[in-house]
C-alpha cells in the first residue's frame, strides 16, 4: 500500500560543475518563484530539475531518431 507518510531519500552523486549566468525575464522569474514555492524547493533547485527533464527527454528522442552506420572496410 501506499504511505503518503513515507519518506523517500534520493541519493546523488557530486558531479563536477560550472556556474553560469543568464538573463531571466522578472515576469518569468516572478512565475518560477511561485512554482518553486509551491513545491517547497528553491528556484535553482527547480532550474536544474526542468534542465534535467528537457535533458532527458532531448536526449531520448536523439538517442531513437539516430541511424546506425558500419562502415565495411
Given at each position: 500500500?501506499?504511505?503518503?507518510?513515507?519518506?523517500?531519500?534520493?541519493?546523488?552523486?557530486?558531479?563536477?560543475?560550472?556556474?553560469?549566468?543568464?538573463?531571466?525575464?522578472?515576469?518569468?522569474?516572478?512565475?518560477?518563484?511561485t512554482?518553486?514555492?509551491?513545491?517547497?524547493?528553491?528556484?535553482?533547485?527547480?532550474?536544474k530539475?526542468y534542465?534535467?527533464?528537457?535533458?532527458r527527454?532531448?536526449?531520448a528522442?536523439?538517442?531513437?531518431?539516430?541511424?546506425?552506420?558500419?562502415?565495411?572496410?
Amino acid at each position: 500500500m501506499n504511505n503518503t507518510n513515507e519518506e523517500i531519500t534520493l541519493k546523488i552523486k557530486p558531479r563536477p560543475s560550472e556556474n553560469i549566468s543568464i538573463s531571466i525575464p522578472k515576469d518569468t522569474l516572478k512565475s518560477l518563484q511561485t512554482i518553486a514555492d509551491n513545491q517547497d524547493m528553491s528556484i535553482e533547485a527547480l532550474l536544474k530539475f526542468y534542465i534535467g527533464k528537457g535533458l532527458r527527454q532531448d536526449l531520448a528522442k536523439l538517442s531513437s531518431n539516430s541511424e546506425v552506420v558500419i562502415h565495411h572496410s
